[in-house]
């Protein structure tokens, strides 16, 4: 098991969306958010699924990371799956990861890490759009891009900010 930060692509903060504009200030306050503001300012963000997709950044080699925002307290990203692609069996080594499906329909596999070290997968969620997931702290898990709805678009707010420890599935 490893931890390491990650890092991202795409242009500059300040070219964030406009539908972001609440959740990018209630992250900035100087008074740091709660838990339930942020999910809250999740909450309302309106966008519509092709907007989502013409502003989130695609790679065909993999899903890609959009660093929106990253102070002290939270990490704002927004990432852009094309089908067939997920990310590594992962927790969230501390941080609430708060995540909203904002176009597309993702999976997520959750996973109990057995004393080996090894992830066993328990169970599969469908993620719709419009779904908001919460992930805390040592939960595992992994999503991913079935493909079956075109691109998948995920916006995540990570309070701290993200460090993943990664590991590897069960053979
Ligand atoms: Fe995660």
Redesign the pocket.
Known sequence: MKTFPLESVGPPVENAPPFLDELLEVCRRPQPATDEELLAALRRVDVSAAEAVASAMFDVEHYSRWTLLKTDHVQVLLIGWLAGQG?AI?D?SGSL?LFRVLAGCGAEMRYRIRPDGKAVQESVVELPTGEIAA?RDADV?R?FNPGVSGPLVTLHVYTPPLN?NYYEEVE
């Open positions: 990310s992962h969230h990861c992930s898990h999503v993943m």
